[in-house]
């Protein structure tokens, strides 16, 4: 499993035409997801419509997650004791690489494991694949005005992606099978 999050478009106007008009003031959507690396399927999110940091949304999902006994990897911005502290109470375990600090040693145990490095961190970047995915094909943008709809559009967005991956792995599936049996 992978976690991040991505800016999602939340207002109809092209950027062209914000460019030329001098506004900028676009509204803020942020989708925090945990995606599984082997197959792209979203298996949580949270769509956030203010400004917060990456490790409030993935709080949330780790403790919502029935998940048990499975890696989440995550980039540098969710290197956080609590975090980890949090992930290991719902019997599963994080990677994400340490930041840059002044210190010799990273603080807390499982810092410490991290700045070990993990070989299978590189299939992070397939949360990445989901993220564009989801953006040009199903989501480039959000329709909606209101902020409970835009949670509403986006979770339906997602249910429509899901089902567009698993439709996906089964034609794969099936072309195996009558490859291997023709």
């Not at 106007?13 to 030329?20: D, F, I």
């Not at 959000?142 to 509403?152: G, S």
């Amino acid at each position: 499993m992978a976690i991040d999050a991505a800016g999602i478009d939340s207002w109809q106007r092209s950027r062209h035409y914000e460019k030329r008009m001098g506004e900028s003031n676009m509204p803020y959507a942020k989708l925090d997801a945990l995606v599984g690396v082997n197959t792209l399927i979203i298996y949580d999110h949270i769509l956030r419509l203010k400004p917060r940091h990456d490790i409030i949304g993935a709080q949330s999902i780790i403790r919502r997650t029935k998940l048990k006994d499975v890696k989440i990897l995550g980039d540098k911005g969710y290197d956080s004791e609590p975090l980890h502290e949090t992930v290991a109470e719902s019997g599963n375990i994080m990677y994400a690489p340490v930041r840059k600090s002044s210190r010799k040693k990273p603080g807390g145990i499982n810092r410490r494991r991290c700045a070990l490095g993990d070989k299978d961190y590189h299939r992070r970047s397939t949360v990445e694949s989901a993220f564009h995915t989801l953006k040009q094909r199903i989501m480039p943008n959000l329709k909606a005005k209101l902020h409970y709809m835009k949670k509403r559009e986006m979770a339906w967005g997602i249910i429509l992606f899901n089902m567009t991956r698993i439709n996906d792995m089964i034609k794969l599936f099936i072309w195996k099978l009558l490859a291997y049996s023709g």
